[in-house]
């Protein structure tokens, strides 16, 4: 039987490339990124997923030209204004993992309203990485953790993480053929199988969600045990 990870991560990368082929200005390929999430949500609940995590901008994307960053952060609000009323049609409860410090007061507004809208929703939980770092996200839990006095454990830090909401993902995908983490989720992807995908994002679509899924389950997670000890586990479970 198919097993349907219960969170999957993904790094959302190829916008640009997508556009750049078709003599498009980057932006254009972003925009073409928002209708290819909207259709991953869908298809990740439909599968029983029951947390997707998105990046959308990490911490160095500040540093790309002036012009796309205010194309994303336009983007980032009339995606708001446009996807919400869905996602709770939906069933998805969103939440905006990042620094909010940098952003401007009316996207900090924006993103605060939508999470309060969709608090009640239980069909899936959407995290959507925005101005997100892993770097940033371990020292931001250290500082909390150094705040309230506690010892700096495995526990504290990972209670202080924001993700701390979620279990760690157990698959992470990364499309746009780039075999790298770019800062993404570097505490939490510490057992998550990796899949790495050519597609750019706005061409993934279902098939390439299932492709990722059966290559999961083709994998044997062993958490550092030997596989005669993960063989023996499995087989005391279904005996159960
Ligand atoms: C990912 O697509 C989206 C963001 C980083 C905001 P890119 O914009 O990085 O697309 P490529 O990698 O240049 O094709
Ligand atoms: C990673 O993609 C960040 C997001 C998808 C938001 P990048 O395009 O920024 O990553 P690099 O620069 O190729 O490593
Ligand atoms: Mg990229």
């Known amino acids: 039987m198919r097993q349907i990870p219960h969170h999957i991560a993904i790094v959302m990368d190829g916008n640009g490339r997508w556009a750049t082929r078709r003599l498009l200005p980057r932006v254009a390929g972003h925009r073409q990124g928002v209708e290819s999430l909207s259709r991953c949500v869908r298809a990740c609940a439909a599968r029983g997923v029951a947390?997707?995590?998105?990046?959308?901008?990490?911490s160095e994307n500040w540093n790309r030209p002036a012009d796309e960053?205010?194309?994303?952060?336009?983007?980032?609000?009339?995606?708001?204004?446009?996807e919400v009323p869905k996602l709770q049609?939906?069933?998805?409860?969103?939440?905006?993992?990042?620094?909010?410090?940098?952003?401007?007061?009316?996207?900090?507004?924006?993103?605060?309203?939508?999470?309060?809208?969709?608090?009640?929703n239980r069909r899936l939980v959407l995290n959507v990485c925005f101005n997100y770092g892993g770097r940033w996200d371990i020292a931001q839990a250290a500082a909390r953790v150094a705040a309230q006095g506690l010892p700096f454990d495995d526990e504290n830090l990972s209670r202080a993480l924001a993700l701390a909401h979620v279990p760690d993902p157990d698959l992470l995908i990364r499309t746009g053929g780039e075999q790298r983490i770019?800062?993404?989720?570097?505490?939490?992807?510490?057992?998550?199988?990796?899949?790495?995908?050519?597609?750019?994002?706005?061409?993934?679509?279902?098939?390439?969600l299932d492709a990722a899924i059966a290559a999961f389950n083709r994998r044997e997670r062993r958490f550092g045990k030997t596989s005669a000890q993960v063989t023996a586990a499995d087989g005391e479970r279904q005996a159960a």
């Open 182 to 208: 770019s800062n993404f989720l570097l505490w939490q992807a510490a057992y998550s199988e990796l899949y790495f995908s050519d597609k750019l994002w706005p061409e993934f679509d279902e098939d390439e």
């Open 89 to 120: 049609r939906e069933g998805v409860q969103l939440h905006f993992v990042g620094e909010r410090a940098r952003l401007s007061p009316e996207i900090g507004a924006g993103l605060a309203e939508a999470e309060a809208a969709t608090a009640h």
């Open 69 to 82: 960053v205010s194309g994303l952060m336009q983007l980032l609000l009339k995606a708001l204004a446009r």
């Open 51 to 58: 947390v997707l995590t998105v990046f959308a901008f990490s």
